[in-house]
């Protein structure tokens, strides 16, 4: 699994972007209301790639 995929799927949901390496990336957004949301996107992405 790489990181950067991650950040941007996460960011995404924030009404941002995110970008990086395989194995460190970030990612920011312009709606914190949704950290919640973003956070359960990892877990999904994650849970989806160990399946």
């Known amino acids: 699994m790489q ?3 991650l950040a941007k799927g ?3 949901v924030l009404g941002g ?5 395989p194995d460190m ?3 920011g957004g312009s ?3 949704k950290v919640k949301d973003a956070l359960a996107s990892v877990v999904a992405s994650v ?3 160990r399946a």
């Open 3 to 5: 990181a950067g995929p």
């Open 10 to 12: 996460a960011a995404g």
């Open 17 to 21: 972007g995110g970008s990086g390496k």
């Open 25 to 27: 990336a970030k990612g």
């Open 31 to 33: 709606d914190p209301s």
């Open 47 to 49: 849970r989806e790639a």
